[in-house]
């Protein structure tokens, strides 16, 4: 399997499963940006496999920190 395969596959994971328990927020762009920004970093260190990649990555996006805006 190729990196992007794994990369894409892996995210695949992560998305399917972060909908399907209705625990995506915010914009869609920005929390698809932060699962792959945590699937590549564990890549760059050489991690390869894509359960290990995709669990990582949904852990991260649960206990990420939120931001809180408030309206003046």
Do not use: C, H
Not at 4 to 27: H, M, N, V
Not at 39 to 62: F, K, V
Request: charged content about 30%.
């Amino acid at each position: 399997m190729t990196d992007p395969e794994l990369r894409a596959q892996s995210f695949e994971i992560a998305w399917k499963y972060l909908d399907q328990s209705s625990l995506l927020t915010g914009e869609r762009r920005d929390s698809a940006r932060f699962i792959l920004n945590r699937i590549d970093r564990m890549m760059l260190r050489g991690e390869r496999r894509r359960l290990l990649l995709s669990n990582a990555a949904i852990d991260a996006y649960r206990f990420r920190p939120m931001l809180v805006t408030v309206d003046a």
